[in-house]
């Protein structure tokens, strides 16, 4: 079956453009997670999505992060005006309830802002 | 916040050889701790979790260890092998809150 799949796998942005990642879950997942992983650490949580509703963006590290799942399936992170400390992966796990605490991680989008 | 640590940063081993890998959490009302393993270019997977109310949990050469009084679990692979090689994460979460928070990883090498 298909996993978590995240698009672009690589970006390249110059410091100042705006970027979009995209997150296609596993089907029927209800749960939809964003991490950031910096070079050598481990990912640290931006934002959490139940269905459609965004419970908690307590991660996001500023207000250049956006992040949206308008129909409870496909999720997209945006970031305005990267700068270079936005460099880092960013991965999209889901989980298939609420309670469910097993997550599924995608390869995630590896962003380099030059 | 929870702050997890976790130890050794790398670790190499022969095959065959067994490997544990060491983390500490803060919170005492953490009760989920999960073990991931990423191998280049891909996402976490997880291997193996355990949960408060049990001590050991084990899974083929995989097992876990938690001791909720020193607050410091533990994953022991044992007779290593070569496919083993990839960066290790630890977790822990409160129940209910589903967001982990994550060590720094190991990463394991076994040399064939």
């Known amino acids: 079956g298909a996993g978590v799949s995240q698009s672009p796998r690589y970006k390249v942005a110059k410091r100042g453009q705006d970027v979009a990642l995209r997150c296609d879950p596993i089907?029927?997942?209800?749960?939809l997670f964003w991490y950031q992983q910096a070079l050598g650490q481990g990912p640290e949580f931006l934002t959490y999505f139940q269905n459609e509703a965004q419970l908690d963006k307590s991660g996001l590290p500023s207000d250049r992060f956006f992040a949206e799942r308008p129909e409870g399936s496909v999720s997209t992170l945006k970031i305005q005006r990267t700068q270079q400390e936005d460099s880092a992966v960013y991965l999209c796990a889901s989980s298939l309830r609420t309670n469910q605490e097993t997550q599924y991680f995608g390869p995630g989008t590896r962003l380099l802002v030059l | 916040g929870e702050n997890v640590e976790q130890h050794p940063s790398t670790l190499s081993v022969q095959e065959g050889d067994s490997a544990v890998i060491k983390c500490t959490y803060s919170d005492s009302a953490s009760n989920y701790f999960p073990w991931y393993k990423q191998e280049l270019g891909k996402g976490p997977q997880l291997i193996i979790d355990?949960?408060?109310?049990?001590g050991e949990k084990k899974d083929q050469r995989i097992a876990v260890t938690l001791n909720k009084t020193a607050k410091h679990f533990s994953l022991h692979i044992t007779e290593t092998q070569p496919e083993d090689s990839a960066v290790y994460f630890c977790?822990?979460?409160?129940?209910?809150?589903?967001?982990?928070?994550f060590g720094r990883g190991t990463s394991l090498i076994v040399h064939p």
């Open positions: 089907s029927g997942h209800v749960s």
């Open positions: 977790a822990a979460s409160l129940g209910g809150s589903y967001i982990p928070t």
């Open positions: 355990i949960r408060s109310n049990v």
